[in-house]
C-alpha cells in the first residue's frame, strides 16, 4: 500500500518561509516523479515542483522558481519543498503525488498516488 503523508504546513507571514515534507512508503520509488501541487477554494489543483526520485531533475513552476525548491532524501523515502518569500498567493492546500510519468510533470492526471494534503496559509 503506497502511502504519502505531508506535513510542515502552518501560518506563517509574508516573507516567510516554510518546508513541507512528504514521506513516502509502501514500494520502491526508483524511476518515478514526486510532484507538489496546490489548491486553493474554487481553484483546480496546480503545478509547484517536480522531481525525479533517481537522478534529481526538478521542475518549477514559473510562479514559484527563484523561490521554492524541491528536495529528496532517498534513504529516507522523503521529498521535502522548501519554499521561501512566501506572498498570499501561495495560500492553498498543498499535495504531495509520486507517479510514473512519461513526459511533462505539470499535469496532475500523470501521477498515481497522492497525499492527503498540508494546509499553508500566508498571511498579509
Known amino acids: 500500500q503506497v502511502q504519502l503523508v505531508e506535513s510542515g504546513g502552518g501560518l506563517v507571514q509574508a516573507g516567510g518561509s516554510l518546508r513541507l515534507s512528504c514521506a513516502a512508503s509502501g514500494r520502491t520509488f526508483r524511476g518515478h516523479t514526486m510532484g507538489w501541487f496546490r489548491q486553493a477554494p474554487g481553484n483546480e489543483r496546480e503545478f509547484v515542483a517536480s522531481i525525479r526520485w533517481s537522478g534529481g531533475t526538478t521542475d518549477y513552476a514559473d510562479s514559484v522558481k527563484g523561490r521554492f525548491t524541491i528536495s529528496r532524501d532517498n534513504a529516507k523515502n522523503t521529498v521535502y519543498l522548501q519554499m521561501y518569500s512566501l506572498k498570499p498567493e501561495d495560500t492553498a492546500v498543498y499535495f504531495c503525488?509520486?507517479?510514473?510519468?512519461?513526459?511533462?510533470?505539470?499535469?496532475?492526471?500523470?501521477?498515481?498516488?497522492w497525499g492527503q494534503g498540508t494546509q499553508v496559509t500566508v498571511s498579509s
Open positions: 503525488a509520486v507517479g510514473w510519468v512519461l513526459g511533462s510533470p505539470t499535469s496532475p492526471e500523470r501521477y498515481e498516488y
